[in-house]
């Protein structure tokens, strides 16, 4: 049986473009990615998944009356798709339980910092480039980790480190960081997909390949 | 004129030790380790200076009646020595106002673990890497920083990364970063010595050399 992965998108979507392209590639060893999903009608997200013949759905959030109806909705989707692993990838809403208890220890997110530092409310975007900037702190990266019922507060999966430059500024620094994200996004995926992710408490070990 | 540098220890002392090294070794470029400050008259590092023949100085706390009392005592000893940078290397004491708004940019301190994460209260020795380890991060590493009037919030001068091993134990982890710390210390040191850290904000940018 593969595993069927949904990916969540709300902007332009190149993690979305780092996970098609490792799986178009064989990367992901007897997984498939089975739909993306976004709540913004002109994600550019939504173009990638076609240009594959991913189905992409877009799901317009003025349609529900609030955010538990709109994941009810989500939930719906994902099943009647068999999804086992739901991954967001700049996905601009915060899951709320109904997704979240559904799917513990199979929804990942991807954070462009090293959690736990820079990461919580309001840190997104340029957000916490800005903030990794300010601290003074000489090295950032990216975090992918399991989603949790916290905002980036799941179990840590992977992580990758890049240096913070005297002469940065936080665009300069996205980029470098994302070049690590579309790197380090794959990887996770792939050792849930052969799993090798085992989880005890806040940490996530991974187990020799089999 | 040398830089005079004294270093403020409460233990073993091995970044004592790699300062020392650094310095005799010639990687201290116009400065020497005038004074060596222990709060513990049984420090082991009070041995190390003295083997070297650097001034060891033991300064008994239950003979002042305050840390400012004491604050002042070890202040009158660094201006009577001439000091121009106050190195702290497993110094167990907060240093007070009477010291740190005399030596602004002035003192040093080095931290296991990648500020600003895994700082302030509390946060000292295994703490530090038992933190670590708890939150699931992937990376840790040690910070060089000015002290500042916080609890390890001052500006950061150097850091160095290490990767948090899914076999580790805090000590095995502990004596990763301290590998690390040994040559991170040395190298900040040295810059300082050579004029070439700037301090804007919370960040230290570090001049060409000239």
């Known amino acids: ?60 959030p003025a349609q529900y009356k609030d955010r538990q109806a709109y994941d009810q909705q989500l939930l719906k989707s994902f099943q009647e798709n068999k999804i086992d692993l739901i991954c967001l990838a700049g996905y601009m809403r915060i899951l709320t339980t109904v997704i979240v208890r559904q799917y513990e220890q199979r ?10 530092a820079f990461g919580g409310e309001g840190m997104y975007g340029l957000h916490v480039h800005e903030a990794v900037m300010q601290s003074g702190a000489k ?17 840590i999966i992977l992580q990758a480190v890049v240096p913070v430059l005297d002469h940065d500024t936080p665009d300069k620094l996205a980029e470098r960081v994302l070049i690590e994200e579309h790197r380090l996004y794959p990887r996770a995926v792939s050792l849930f997909c052969e799993g090798r992710l085992q989880v005890a408490g806040k940490r996530v070990l991974i187990k020799e390949k089999a």
Chains 1, 2 share one sequence.
Not at 13 to 40: C, H, M, P, R
Not at 107 to 116: Q, S
Not at 139 to 155: N, Q, R
């Open 139 to 155: 090295y950032s990266g990216c975090t992918v980790h399991f989603v949790d019922e916290g905002t980036d507060t799941g179990p």
């Open 1 to 60: 049986m593969k595993t069927r992965i949904a990916v969540m998108v709300s902007g332009g979507g190149t993690n979305l473009q780092a996970l098609l392209d490792a799986w178009k590639s064989g990367q992901f060893n007897q997984a498939e990615i089975s739909l993306v999903v976004s709540n913004q009608e002109k994600a550019k997200a939504l173009d990638r998944a076609r240009a594959v013949h991913v189905p992409a759905l877009f799901l317009n």
């Open 107 to 116: 929804i990942m997110n991807i954070h462009p910092a090293l959690l736990p």
